[in-house]
């Protein structure tokens, strides 16, 4: 489970686009901020306890602060919400180390596809890779100008001849993807990140195109309407799940996620996406074997069965024994 944070203050506030707003946070005391690689995301901690994830996109080099943006959600839990019409400069937030489940790997040339504020990681990529002139070309796809983030960085000088935006609305910007990608050569990696309808949408035509899924990389900020995680479902049963550091037994109903009882009888596991997808929950399991229904883990780390995402994640035993 994810527990260290650090205190940062808001330094900077602005609109970056039409729903989107960025912040600029520093350390309190003016000292440098941990080192971060591209693609790297902090959980930031919120007024009425949301916990959400945010992609950093200055220059990964830049220790003075971090920037982040963030999309109102039309169908918003609380946390963007609290971004947009809460948080104000000056103030003091709780925020995660960065961590990196969307790195960027060394490659003769890099294929960046960014759709609305997936965008954010994807900067970062983009100045990394211009500053040491390596081989790239950004495509970001947005439905209008006035929702594109950022967008006078992206059209300007800094990323010149490489970086081609496409909007919804003008028919002439339209993204050839299949064009794109069919271009791309053996040595080529795609990154892509936005909508989950987006990133089907450009891993299809990546792969129609023969790019090697070692080569395809992605990250969701939301799952789709057929992708939510199965917890609990019909047919699930009821477990255990112990504490190992007190030897307290806590039951799991049939129709309840882990997390959910586990606070309910007063135990709290800090939770943000509760989806599977950004790994805020993420606990070690010292015994037992879990049901895994998330997809923050890797194949190879749900096969190991040494920690699971409780969130949506459940039993294949009759108890759990947590690393809590």
Do not use: W
């Amino acid at each position: 489970m994810i527990t260290e944070s650090l205190s940062v203050r808001v330094a900077g506030k602005h609109q970056a686009a039409q729903d989107v707003v960025s912040l600029e946070l520093v350390d309190p005391d003016g000292g440098p901020l941990p080192e971060f690689s591209p693609g790297a995301h902090i959980d930031v901690h919120l007024p009425g306890g949301f916990i959400r994830q945010y992609s950093l996109l200055n220059d990964c080099l830049q220790r003075s602060h971090f920037l982040i943006g963030v999309l109102r959600e039309p169908r918003s839990r609380g946390g963007s919400a609290a971004v947009h019409d809460q948080v104000r400069v000056g103030d003091l937030l709780r925020i995660s180390p960065p961590r990196n489940r969307f790195p960027l790997v060394p490659a003769e040339h890099s294929l960046l596809f960014a759709g609305g504020i997936g965008i954010t990681p994807l900067l970062c990529m983009a100045r990394r890779l211009r500053a040491t002139d390596a081989a790239f070309d950004l495509h970001y796809s947005c439905r209008s100008r006035a929702r594109a983030a950022f967008l006078d960085e992206i059209l300007g000088p800094a990323l010149a001849g490489h970086a081609q935006a496409h909007f919804d609305d003008e028919p002439g910007t339209a993204l050839d993807a299949r064009a794109v990608l069919a271009a791309a050569d053996a040595r080529t990696h795609v990154y892509v990140c936005g909508p989950s309808g987006y990133i089907d949408f450009i891993l299809a035509q990546a792969r129609a195109a023969g790019v090697d899924e070692a080569r395809i990389h992605f990250e969701r900020f939301a799952l789709g309407e057929d992708e939510h995680p199965s917890a609990p479902v019909e047919g699930d049963v009821a477990f255990q799940v112990k504490l190992a550091s007190t030897g307290e037994v806590f039951d799991i109903p049939a129709d309840e996620t882990v997390t959910s009882a586990l606070d309910r009888q007063g135990v709290f596991i800090p939770v943000s996406c509760e989806e599977g997808i950004c790994g805020t929950c993420l606990t070690g399991v010292r015994e037992g074997v879990p049901d895994h229904r998330d997809s923050y883990l890797t194949d190879a780390e749900h096969a190991v069965n040494d920690q699971f995402t409780p969130c949506c994640s459940r039993a294949r035993t009759p108890m759990l024994v947590l690393d809590l």
